[in-house]
């Protein structure tokens, strides 16, 4: 069974910079493409970042375009999630999630889930 665990989160300061790790057990990591999603309380879980098998390209929401930096490391199993400039609406638990077809922003192209990492950015 595919495993993921979240790591790196916690609470910072506006402008402030964060680094999301997920390592990925149980599956062939280099056959997922892989995203990352956030959901702030009260609202819809929604897409951050995407890559591709390869790591050869990447996908981001407006929101984020320019400040976060999606990667991946095969040889280790894990996704990376560098996040700069945060912001106090960056604020939510961030998920990393597989993705066995086509890549994509909805959620429901992804299967297996981290249980996610709280990231607090205050003003």
């Known amino acids: 069974q595919v495993q993921l665990v979240e790591s790196g989160g916690g609470l910072v300061q506006a402008g402030g910079s964060l680094r999301l790790s997920c390592a990925v057990s149980g599956g062939t990591f280099s056959r997922y493409a892989m995203g990352w999603f956030r959901q702030a309380p009260g609202k819809e879980r929604e897409f951050v970042a995407a890559i591709t098998r390869s790591g050869g390209t990447t996908y981001y929401a407006d929101s984020v375009k320019g400040r976060f930096t999606i990667s991946r490391d095969n040889a280790k199993n894990t996704v990376y999630l560098q996040m700069n400039s945060l912001k106090p609406e960056d604020t939510a638990v961030y998920y990393c999630?597989?993705?066995?077809?086509?890549?994509?922003?909805?959620?429901?192209?992804?299967?297996?889930w981290g249980q996610g990492t709280q990231v607090t950015v205050s003003s």
């Open positions: 999630a597989t993705n066995r077809g086509t890549i994509g922003t909805t959620k429901g192209l992804y299967d297996y």
